[in-house]
Every structure is written in C-alpha cells, then in structure tokens.
C-alpha cells in the first residue's frame, strides 16, 4: 500500500535556527514529487518539484532534496513568516498526489 | 492571473441532503483534479479530468460522489446524499497538459471548500 510517513509532526524553531523536515515514501509507479506550503485555512502553494534522485531546488531559505526513498525540506536562517504546514506528494502514475499529513512549523520571533 | 477558485467557501447541510461543490481551473488547464481532507486524515485524491474525459476516478469513495466538467472548463463535484463521514475540507487542483513532456506538470491548489455535515 503507498504511505508517505512526514516528521516530524511539529516542529517549533527560534528565528534563525535552521532545521530539516523529512518525507519518507513507499509509493508504486513514483514519477516524481511536489512539496506544498499550507497556511492555515487556505489551500496547498506550491513550492517545489523534484523529478529524479540526486535533484535539488531552492528558493529563498528553503532546499528540498530527493533521494530514491526519501525528500528533505531544508530551512536555513528561518523568520517567523516561514511558519506553516509543510506537505510533501509524491506524484503516482499519471498526475496523482499522495500526500503525507504534513509537518507543522512553528518559527517563534 | 487568477488562480484555481471554488466555491462556496464553506457549507453546512443537513445529513441526506444534497451538495454541490463547484472549481473553476486556472485558465487554459485541461487537468483538473479534486482532493479532499477530512478530519485528522491526510489530503486524499479523489478524482482527475482531462478537459471534459475522467482520466482517473479510483478514489471516489462511492456512488454518493458525482463529478462532472460539462465543455471541460469548470467542474462540480456533487454529494448526494450527504452522510456525516463526508464532512472535511475539498480541494480543487489544476495543472497545464505538457505537450510532449512525460514530467508530471505543477498542480495549483484552490482554497477549498469545507463541507460540515450535520
């Protein structure tokens, strides 16, 4: 069965900590992976897509990383806008995302 | 540009009535797909659209749920009739048809709608 285990499940940091958040997967026919941004009422933003193990992306404070079994979520010198849910999906078969619960960060001023 | 939007933004209604939910894509995305969460749970696929063609169904969870993109622009996703377990938040997602590219395109997410089953 796909599972997609996220941790940790909360994550609270001072401004300025940098930290790592992981994504772990077992997922049939993976083609790929999305990490999302959810702020609380709001629906999943797009941060990032990684297609092959080794790739790496980066926007402002954030790195994601892919291996073959797992992603990493890098923050480096976080602010407290960095604060949300951070959701990773790898893609299956056509278009399908499965999704893992999510790591919620805190970034505490 | 406008992003995917839905609506309403939010409904309660009454267990066995019934709900329709309404996405209208990014313009030019011939996928759609709607998502849902509900409570505690994870965001779980439902169902995915190319233009007006169900291209994948496999996680509608019964014959409650019907999808339709008539003229493959908006789509509704209607819920009749409604149990309790249907409450959560659904989710409306659209992405470009790459031609010529097998690398899955970028899904842009709605805000949802959230669904309070009475």
């Known amino acids: 069965e796909d599972q997609v285990t996220q941790s940790p499940e909360a994550l609270r940091l001072q401004e300025g900590e940098s930290s790592s958040l992981n994504c772990s997967y077992t997922?049939?026919?993976?083609?790929?992976l999305f990490w999302y941004r959810q702020d609380p009422g709001k629906g999943p933003e797009f941060l990032f897509t990684?297609?092959?193990a080794g790739e790496e992306k980066e926007k402002e404070r954030l790195k994601a990383t892919l291996t073959k079994k797992e992603s990493f979520l890098h923050i480096t010198a976080p602010k407290p806008e960095d604060s949300a849910t951070y959701l990773c999906a790898p893609i299956q078969g056509a278009q399908k995302l499965v999704f893992g619960q999510g790591t919620r960060l805190t970034i505490n001023p | 540009e406008a992003g995917v939007t839905q609506f309403p933004s939010h409904s309660v209604i009454e267990k066995g009535q019934t709900v329709t939910l309404r996405c209208d894509p990014i313009?030019?995305?011939?996928?759609l797909y709607w998502y849902r969460r509900v409570m505690g749970k994870e965001i779980k696929f439902l169902l995915h659209?190319?233009?007006?063609?169900?291209?994948?169904e496999s996680g509608m969870p019964n014959n409650r749920f019907l999808a339709e993109r008539t003229g493959g622009t908006y789509s509704t996703l209607k819920v009749q009739p409604a149990e309790l377990e249907d409450s959560g938040v659904y989710f409306c997602a659209s992405s470009q048809v790459r031609g010529g590219s097998p690398l899955p395109d970028t899904q842009y997410f709605g805000p949802g709608t959230r669904l309070t089953v009475l």
């Open positions: 997922v049939s026919g993976l083609r790929g």
């Open positions: 313009s030019g995305h011939d996928n």
């Open positions: 659209f190319v233009k007006e063609s169900k291209q994948d």
């Open positions: 990684l297609y092959s």
